[in-house]
């Protein structure tokens, strides 16, 4: 009789803290498009810690499916490259998962697959080459994460929000990072980049406060805007093969029509010095914007065009170096309405007071026209 209590204890025990026997039961399928293997398309099962099995109904999992795992909410909508196709989260599952193993033989993470789950590890298998849009949004308990040495492309806003992550190494046969993917990873100090790596998409690490530095890889030929925005970089090393540092992607653009006059309102990142490597043609608007620890910067030869505001702001910058082979420079201005009907100038290193006589000179000899 006490054997038989005990055991009803132990029973009721484990249903309050909601262990339950895993089945094939637990997971909808369906067929991939050519039927050689399962897609995993929603999660009825009542586990927290899942084991998703190798196999279902004797099918091999390939696909985790859109939404599979949501927890629900909203994201929206976004058109770009192949891999960052729409997608919208509604309702998704009701069961919060901590950690989740995915078996070796699965192929794609599908969008939103993990959308707001309290994960607090995942465990992804070499076999994945493709995680897709928001397919860890808003898993704020993830502190680690692993991306296979077979992805070759990570969607849009795959691990936005993701706050308690602090390393991750991107690996050679990523290509391609979607925008916003580390979007307010505010934990996030340690970012690996390997070569082969070719674009980064805008805003991909916006308001990663405790990344202090970062190296890019030669192989990358193009950033997207406001891609370190209000970052914590105070060190970068620019790739070899960038031709063009995008619009914002050093600053914090607070007001997007420019009609903000205090600089001391701008939440600019910390960088101390930056050499701009030869290759690089132009230097997008307001991209060091704000950059109030900014005290030098090299200019390549190969410079053709600065956009208005690039350094706008720039308070204590005093070195600006000119190749002697550059001997003309585009600079660019903007205009803006204030409170009259007057457009106003604004020159790309207007708020720079201390820039030194002879990089004024210098700047002056190949046509900068505006003020400091």
Same mark, same amino acid.
């Given at each position: 009789?006490?054997?038989?209590?005990?055991?009803?204890?132990?029973?009721?025990?484990?249903?309050?803290?909601?262990?339950?026997?895993?089945?094939?039961?637990?997971?909808?399928?369906?067929?991939?498009?050519?039927?050689?293997?399962?897609?995993?398309?929603?999660?009825?099962?009542?586990?927290?810690?899942?084991?998703?099995?190798?196999?279902?109904?004797?099918?091999?999992?390939?696909?985790?499916?859109?939404?599979?795992?949501?927890?629900?909410?909203?994201?929206?909508?976004?058109?770009?490259?192949?891999?960052?196709?729409?997608?919208?989260?509604?309702?998704?599952?009701?069961?919060?998962?901590?950690?989740?193993?995915?078996?070796?033989?699965?192929?794609?993470?599908?969008?939103?697959?993990?959308?707001?789950?309290?994960?607090?590890?995942?465990? @992804?298998?070499?076999? &994945? %080459?493709? !995680? #897709?849009?928001?397919? *860890?949004?808003? =898993?704020?308990?993830? /502190?680690? $994460? +692993?991306?296979?040495?077979?992805?070759?492309?990570?969607?849009?806003?795959?691990?936005?929000?993701?706050?308690?992550?602090?390393?991750?190494? @991107?690996?050679?046969? &990523? %290509?391609? !990072? #979607?925008?916003?993917? *580390?979007?307010? =990873?505010?934990?996030? /100090?340690? $970012? +690996?980049?390997?070569?082969?790596?070719?674009?980064?998409?805008?805003?991909?690490?916006?308001?990663?406060?405790?990344?202090?530095?970062?190296?890019?890889?030669?192989?990358? %030929?193009?950033? #997207?805007?406001?891609? *370190?925005?209000?970052?914590?970089?105070?060190?970068?090393?620019?790739?070899?093969?960038?031709?063009?540092?995008?619009?914002?992607?050093?600053?914090?653009?607070?007001?997007?029509?420019?009609?903000?006059?205090?600089?001391?309102?701008?939440?600019?990142?910390?960088?101390?010095?930056?050499?701009?490597?030869?290759?690089?043609?132009?230097?997008?608007?307001?991209?060091?914007?704000?950059?109030?620890?900014?005290?030098?910067?090299?200019?390549?030869?190969?410079?053709?065009?600065?956009?208005?505001?690039?350094?706008?702001?720039?308070?204590?910058?005093?070195?600006?170096?000119?190749?002697?082979?550059?001997?003309?420079?585009?600079?660019?201005?903007?205009?803006?309405?204030?409170?009259?009907?007057?457009?106003?100038?604004?020159?790309?290193?207007?708020?720079?007071?201390?820039?030194?006589?002879?990089?004024?000179?210098?700047?002056?000899?190949?046509?900068?026209?505006?003020?400091?």
């Amino acid at each position: 009789m006490k054997k038989n209590v005990a055991l009803a204890m132990v029973f009721l025990a484990l249903m309050a803290v909601g262990v339950y026997a895993q089945s094939e039961s637990d997971f909808n399928v369906d067929l991939t498009k050519d039927g050689t293997g399962v897609v995993i398309t929603g999660y009825t099962g009542k586990q927290a810690a899942v084991t998703i099995p190798a196999k279902i109904q004797g099918y091999p999992v390939k696909e985790i499916g859109a939404e599979a795992f949501s927890l629900g909410g909203e994201i929206s909508r976004a058109t770009s490259r192949e891999y960052n196709a729409p997608i919208e989260i509604d309702a998704g599952a009701s069961t919060r998962l901590t950690s989740v193993t995915i078996p070796a033989g699965v192929e794609r993470i599908g969008g939103g697959a993990f959308f707001r789950q309290p994960l607090t590890s995942v465990n @992804i298998p070499t076999s &994945v %080459t493709f !995680i #897709g849009n928001a397919a *860890f949004t808003g =898993c704020s308990s993830l /502190a680690a $994460v +692993n991306i296979p040495a077979n992805v070759t492309a990570v969607g849009w806003r795959a691990f936005q929000g993701c706050s308690s992550l602090t390393t991750i190494t @991107i690996p050679a046969s &990523v %290509t391609s !990072i #979607g925008d916003r993917v *580390f979007l307010n =990873c505010s934990k996030l /100090a340690t $970012v +690996n980049f390997s070569e082969g790596l070719v674009e980064i998409g805008s805003e991909a690490f916006n308001g990663c406060s405790a990344l202090k530095t970062v190296k890019l890889p030669n192989s990358l %030929t193009k950033l #997207g805007s406001s891609v *370190f925005s209000d970052s914590g970089l105070n060190s970068v090393t620019l790739g070899t093969g960038l031709t063009e540092i995008p619009a914002n992607a050093f600053s914090y653009q607070k007001d997007p029509y420019g009609n903000d006059e205090d600089d001391n309102n701008y939440s600019g990142i910390p960088i101390k010095t930056i050499i701009i490597p030869e290759g690089v043609t132009k230097i997008g608007q307001s991209a060091f914007r704000s950059c109030k620890e900014l005290t030098a910067v090299t200019l390549p030869s190969t410079l053709q065009s600065i956009e208005a505001d690039a350094f706008r702001g720039c308070s204590v910058l005093t070195t600006v170096t000119i190749p002697d082979t550059l001997t003309s420079v585009k600079f660019g201005s903007s205009v803006y309405w204030g409170m009259s009907d007057e457009p106003s100038l604004i020159g790309v290193f207007a708020g720079c007071p201390k820039i030194l006589l002879a990089s004024r000179a210098a700047l002056k000899k190949i046509g900068y026209g505006h003020g400091f």
